[in-house]
């Protein structure tokens, strides 16, 4: 199984960018679908998640300015980033979660700069 990111890139504080995450040699859907990001220095931390029912999650910093989405038949999520932030400067990646497999699945990470 292999996760792809795309989407990164550099940005202007109060752009937008739309990180891709798509999945090959899966068989099936995943439980949860979820955006991480590690700031340098800074410990990974859960971004968004989404359930393959479409439930969301979101953190505090990034409520109201992210969203997250998904299209299950192709095993495809997606970040949404509106009103980017110097702080949103990360990289960021993708996790799948499969209950059936008891286990999770890292993308390669791409990386968001926000900068003027």
């Known amino acids: 199984v292999q996760l792809q990111a795309s989407g990164g890139g550099s940005v202007q504080p109060g752009g937008s960018l739309r990180l891709s995450c798509e999945a090959s040699?899966?068989?099936?859907?995943?439980?949860?679908m979820a955006w991480y990001r590690q700031a340098p220095g800074k410990k990974r931390e859960q971004v968004a998640m989404?359930?393959?029912?479409?439930?969301?999650l979101y953190a505090d910093s990034v409520s109201g300015r992210f969203t997250i989405s998904r299209v299950l038949a192709k095993n495809a999520w997606y970040l949404q980033m509106n009103s980017l932030k110097p702080e949103d400067t990360a990289v960021y990646y993708c996790?799948?979660?499969?209950?059936?497999?008891?286990?999770?699945?890292w993308g390669q990470g791409t990386l968001v700069t926000v900068s003027s």
């Open positions: 996790k799948a979660e499969s209950v059936r497999e008891n286990r999770d699945y």
């Open positions: 989404i359930a393959s029912g479409g439930s969301t």
């Open positions: 040699g899966y068989t099936g859907s995943f439980n949860f």
